[in-house]
């Protein structure tokens, strides 16, 4: 069972992309998801959550920035990034599982092979 991410790339700094990751077997009715990035040689850290009820939360280095959104009927989760910065060149992954947070850490019940963005100046 997994998750999987597309839609990064490489983009000029104040530009956006879209992340996508299609969840199948994790349905949102039962799972939190989430989106974290992970730096080279550091640990992942939260980026955006979404909760089976829609609330959602966000790191404060993306608030205002990066939206979280999902499409339950084709169990899809979505990371709009707009206004990005170099600072946000990362590897990002897609996350699932029941209790996932900001603050939490891996394993968790589902987690993809992530997706590369790229900021340039």
């Known amino acids: 069972a997994q998750v999987v991410e597309s839609g990064g790339g490489s983009v000029q700094a104040g530009g956006s992309l879209r992340l996508s990751c299609v969840a199948s077997e994790y349905p949102f009715s039962r799972y939190r998801m989430g989106w974290f990035r992970q730096y080279p040689g550091k640990e992942p850290e939260g980026v955006a959550v979404i909760d089976r009820d829609d609330s959602t939360a966000y790191a404060d280095s993306v608030k205002g920035r990066f939206t979280i959104s999902k499409d339950t009927t084709k169990n899809t989760l979505f990371l709009q990034m707009n206004n990005l910065k170099t600072e946000d060149t990362a590897m990002y992954h897609c996350?699932?599982?029941?209790?996932?947070?900001?603050?939490?850490?891996?394993?968790?019940?589902?987690w993809g092979q992530g997706t590369q963005v790229a900021v340039s100046s």
């Open positions: 996350a699932a599982d029941r209790w996932l947070s900001l603050v939490g850490k891996p394993p968790y019940a589902a």
